[in-house]
């Protein structure tokens, strides 16, 4: 087994970490002075949101350069000193590569736009405004729509063209059909694997290949009545074209130069889909697996999918979950409102701990989020405050697409802005306004606190075979609300999950599974007595538990063991 399969990864949001220069954003010698804290949350890697030169229109997502680091962040040397410490600590390093697109500003498309026969032009997708009379600008080569809402093509006077953006307009979408654009890209990842590194988030990595004839899209015909122009259409020009999974493999192919460096790529597509992103083998180590995001908190429909991930997963490919990233609403505030969870500073009850249960437990990779540790919330960031792109270009998808909330500065201890930045410093993002309760000092003090839950449950996670490499098997306790598995691996212990998805306290009786007792281990309830021998026991309202049979070599023929 590898690192990135057995192990834990963990995102870090570097604007919004750790600030060290007072300028109220987080930089990388912000991150290494917290790696001793990481190290203590028994995750594996981390992975860093891009940390490239750029004009930060899309806060790093537009790179003006793939092989430097901004200053905002600190220099390569720095660059090179984190990469060393979280090594010397038996931490990995993931970068985040964005291939799709780069920044307006970087030096391919300023040659790229500079004239229609400089040698870079055609390094992007450039088109003739369409046939017709009006003004050359409103003739748009066709009906493709941004992620962000608003056309997928910017009119260039200078030339006469348009360029294609799926996402802001400062950053035009590569043409990896031009003969130079992959390998320059390749080029780029050996940068970064030649210093160290130890993999990749790929960002958008379906959508990296467009339409070879610039066809219309297709009306969606399930799209409802009010949907954005984005969702009235069908993406079958612009994801997944025809070709794309050619391109990863040799993407894949410079990863496997190395030793033991991984890429797991961001798609958001349905199981059936996702799935062939990882080949034979030979494409994505681990293509993200987003369900649980959009997923309604329900333990029929989450024990559901799981068995249809599973059940869809091709031969070799390891699985991996997610339940929160710089683009979605936090985990703990989408839990604690679909529950109606009361009191938030309460930790019995609280949905937010059984989420991270759930994510920690499941069999294949976690990737955590920052701050999701502590349960960080939303925080409410007013229109007038906004900074979010995609938001800004919808303003009236607001609510429901501002990214900030979730993006907002760590949560590290009492003082004035919260030891994320100096007490003078202004932080980029407001703190959440619960941050002198909500926070890591606070928590550390505190046995029964979220954080020390969470490392309770990754230091188990670690140290169990069976649940870091082990089996998954569904069990079914005939209760809507109660989702269980056991995770087993031969010739160690076995556990058993139990998570109570649902408002009402359910009894649980292990006879039903032909076992007379078991080990609890762990609960979300601090309350609850552990360790201590279990037969059958009331699970409360989001309560979660993890139960330990042990020396299952000898028993794998018993009844009801799966
Ligand atoms: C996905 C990234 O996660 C998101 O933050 C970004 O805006 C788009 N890709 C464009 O790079
Ligand atoms: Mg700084």
Redesign the pocket.
Known sequence: MNWWQTGIIYQIYPRSFQDSDADGVGDLNGVIGRLDYLKALHIDAIWISPIYPSPMH??G?DVADYCDIHPLFGTLADFDRLLAEAHSRGLKVILDL?P??TSEEHSWFTESRSSRDNPKRDYYLWRDPAPGDGPPETRLPNNWQT?FGGDAWTYDAATGQFYMHQ?HRS?PELNYRHPEVLPAMLDNMRFWLDRGVDGFRV??IWLMLKDEQFRDEPANPHAAADARPFDRIQHIYTAGVEGIHDLIRQMRAVLDEYDERMMVG?IYLPVEQLVTYYGDGDECHMPFNFQLINLPWNARVIGDYIRQYEGALPTGGWPNWVLG???QHRIATRVRKETEFPGRNSVSGDPARLAQMLLLTLRGTPTCYYGDEIGMEDVPIPLEQCMDP?ALQQPELFEVWG?DPERTPMQWDASPNAGFTAPEATPWLPLAADYRARNVAAQADDPASMLNFFRALTELRRAEPALNRGDYHDVDFGIDDVLAYWRTTPGSDWYLVVLNLGGASHLIDLARLGIAEAQMMLSTDPARVTPGIATAFSLAANEGVILRLPGSSDTDTQDGYP
């Open positions: 899309d806060f997502y964005v799709n697109h992620h996402f950053q960002d958008v961001e990233n710089h683009d995609a990214r």
